[in-house]
């Protein structure tokens, strides 16, 4: 995987950096089966692989569909919103290449819906926190550090696939 390019503006850069850490997710799902995805992989977490991805998915329409452009959730959050425990635990129920789609899709919604704003400062349509609207900034940088954290619990997951632990 290439590194983000070494001297680009601060938009092109938070945005290099998150679509690395975005292509770090896809790739764990490479040559992954549906049972390995839902296994619970180590005693310490009942995160899965699966339950991973399909959190992120729900992360990039969480911040940049519902709350920056203020857009309804698209499927398959219409019904469960900000219920954060259903993606984890829905995912055991998913194959590894309906993951990959929605994540994928997710993804590509969060471009479009950040390409549309060109300053970094551009309020959300939507408070977070109940508080205030955040910046485009914040959310990019929200997402990089969210997607870094999960590529970290993704690589243990899959360490422990490949030496064949189950808890």
Do not use: N
Not at 43 to 67: N, Q
Not at 96 to 113: G, H, M, P
Not at 156 to 161: E, I, N, S, V, Y
């Amino acid at each position: 995987m290439d590194h983000p390019h070494l001297h680009p503006p601060e938009r092109a850069t938070l945005e290099q950096f998150l679509d690395q850490h975005r292509a770090m997710v896809l790739a764990a799902l490479d040559d992954l089966g549906d049972e390995t995805a839902a296994a619970r992989l180590l005693p310490a977490t009942e995160m899965t692989i699966g339950g991973i991805v399909k959190h992120l998915a729900h992360m990039e329409d969480l911040w940049f569909t519902r709350r920056l452009l203020g857009d309804a959730y698209p499927a398959p959050w219409e019904r469960t919103g900000d219920d954060e425990t259903w993606a984890w635990e829905s995912a055991r129920d998913d194959s590894v290449e309906a993951l990959r789609a929605l994540y994928a899709a997710a993804c590509e919604r969060s471009r479009v819906a950040v390409a549309r704003f060109d300053d970094l400062d551009r309020r959300a349509a939507l408070p977070s926190f109940g508080k205030a609207p955040v910046s485009l900034r914040w959310m990019l940088v929200q997402m990089i550090r969210e997607t870094a954290q999960h590529c970290g619990h993704l690589d243990l997951l899959l360490d422990a696939a490949r030496s064949g632990s189950r808890s």
